[in-house]
């Protein structure tokens, strides 16, 4: 997270369009060769084929995860009553803006969100920025409990599945753990510079302990099973698009291969998860599914530029929407540096 913010600081929003750009124009090569690969004839017959009257839908359970999405966002800033000056639509408009950063590795480039709060509110980045890492460790816990749905579908993914889980729980155990985090911390005061970093390390603790309190951990949980749940529904209706027969069996399939091709491409950390997220589903598809390779191709690129190209959109619409409502110098100022410590401002206790 530290690092993050590092990388934020002093970027500028001309460069952050660049790296959107770059992310976008790797996605599209990413389709290219996908569509090459498949035979490009065929893949462009398919989507002649594909029944656009269904496009309304797909977007619109897409919409119903932002929403979700949403206000788990809210929830956690109401929980760590940083929400002062923050109305529901200015909450919304920040988890819009969000997203456009939702092309960066694991989507930890969501802190952006963090940096513009500060600029509304002035809540210092790193009591806010816990709540990114909050969003993504439940967003995979919802998807590791909708893959579990289907994983008798596909056994070989099975070992995967179970080092993902055993991952998450230690993960959320060490975070849970205070006596271990003053071990940590105490640790660290005794390297040199320990004394600067060390309060900041508090203060992102501080926040992320609240956030992963268990009752906290399964409320948000639960919402992100039936957000990411309304995608697979997406990505079903994507495949009936294409005239795939629909069936209870081809909704189970259709959420096992989105929520394992998301998962994967979550962990393996690149930008967007392109190319794993793609390879995966295409890869599923044909072997769950039973399509042929032009079809599996197709689904894919729909799926990903109604999900993750339009949240990008939309993020990128939301994050003009901002500067003009609160404007100031554009230039992304450098963030996680001389912040408030933790005594001075920080998160209180638990309601």
């Given at each position: 997270?530290?690092?993050?913010?590092?990388?934020?600081?002093?970027?500028?929003?001309?460069?952050?369009?660049?790296?959107?750009?770059?992310?976008?124009?790797?996605?599209?090569?990413?389709?290219?060769?996908?569509?090459?690969?498949?035979?490009?004839?065929?893949?462009?017959?398919?989507?002649?084929?594909?029944?656009?009257?269904?496009?309304?839908?797909?977007?619109?359970?897409?919409?119903?995860?932002?929403?979700?999405?949403?206000?788990?966002?809210?929830?956690?800033?109401?929980?760590?009553?940083?929400?002062?000056?923050?109305?529901?639509?200015?909450?919304?408009?920040?988890?819009?803006?969000?997203?456009?950063?939702?092309?960066?590795?694991?989507?930890?480039?969501?802190?952006?969100?963090?940096?513009?709060l500060r600029r509304i509110n002035g809540t210092p980045v790193s009591v806010s920025a816990p709540i990114v890492?909050?969003?993504?460790?439940?967003?995979?816990?919802?998807?590791?409990?909708?893959?579990?749905?289907?994983?008798?579908?596909?056994?070989?993914?099975?070992?995967?599945?179970?080092?993902?889980?055993?991952?998450?729980?230690?993960?959320?155990?060490?975070?849970?753990?205070?006596?271990?985090?003053?071990?940590?911390?105490?640790?660290?005061?005794?390297?040199?510079?320990?004394?600067?970093?060390?309060?900041?390390?508090?203060?992102?603790?501080?926040?992320?302990?609240?956030?992963?309190?268990?009752?906290?951990?399964?409320?948000?949980?639960?919402?992100?099973?039936?957000?990411?749940?309304?995608?697979?529904?997406?990505?079903?209706?994507?495949?009936?698009?294409?005239?795939?027969?629909?069936?209870?069996?081809?909704?189970?399939?259709?959420?096992?291969?989105?929520?394992?091709?998301?998962?994967?491409?979550?962990?393996?950390?690149?930008?967007?998860?392109?190319?794993?997220?793609?390879?995966?589903?295409?890869?599923?598809?044909?072997?769950?599914?039973?399509?042929?390779?032009?079809?599996?191709?197709?689904?894919?690129?729909?799926?990903?530029?109604?999900?993750?190209?339009?949240?990008?959109?939309?993020?990128?619409?939301?994050?003009?929407?901002?500067?003009?409502?609160?404007?100031?110098?554009?230039?992304?100022?450098?963030?996680?540096?001389?912040?408030?410590?933790?005594?001075?401002?920080?998160?209180?206790?638990?309601?």
């Open positions: 997270m530290g690092r993050v913010l590092g990388i934020m600081g002093g970027m500028s929003l001309k460069h952050l369009r660049g790296k959107i750009l770059t992310a976008l124009a790797l996605g599209l090569v990413i389709m290219v060769v996908m569509g090459l690969v498949s035979d490009m004839r065929e893949v462009g017959a398919t989507f002649g084929s594909f029944r656009w009257t269904t496009l309304p839908a797909i977007l619109g359970l897409t919409v119903l995860n932002y929403v979700l999405r949403w206000l788990k966002w809210d929830y956690y800033l109401r929980r760590l009553r940083l929400g002062h000056g923050v109305n529901a639509g200015d909450s919304g408009l920040l988890f819009t803006a969000g997203m456009v950063m939702a092309v960066t590795p694991g989507k930890v480039g969501e802190v952006f969100k963090s940096y513009l890492l909050a969003e993504r460790l439940t967003d995979g816990l919802g998807m590791l409990l909708l893959m579990a749905l289907g994983l008798t579908l596909y056994p070989p993914a099975r070992p995967g599945f179970v080092a993902m889980v055993v991952l998450s729980g230690l993960g959320i155990a060490v975070l849970q753990s205070r006596p271990l985090f003053e071990r940590l911390l105490g640790w660290l005061e005794q390297l040199p510079l320990g004394s600067k970093v060390a309060p900041k390390a508090k203060a992102i603790y501080t926040s992320t302990r609240q956030l992963l309190e268990w009752r906290v951990l399964l409320i948000s949980t639960l919402l992100s099973v039936v957000s990411w749940g309304f995608e697979c529904i997406a990505f079903y209706y994507v495949l009936t698009g294409l005239q795939v027969e629909g069936t209870w069996l081809l909704l189970l399939q259709a959420t096992f291969i989105f929520a394992a091709s998301t998962l994967f491409g979550l962990v393996s950390f690149l930008p967007g998860g392109l190319g794993t997220s793609e390879i995966t589903s295409v890869g599923l598809l044909m072997v769950l599914v039973g399509t042929d390779s032009s079809v599996a191709t197709t689904a894919t690129i729909l799926i990903r530029f109604c999900t993750l190209w339009f949240g990008v959109s939309l993020g990128i619409v939301a994050l003009a929407w901002f500067g003009r409502r609160y404007r100031g110098d554009e230039r992304v100022e450098p963030v996680g540096v001389a912040l408030p410590t933790p005594d001075s401002q920080s998160p209180t206790s638990d309601s």
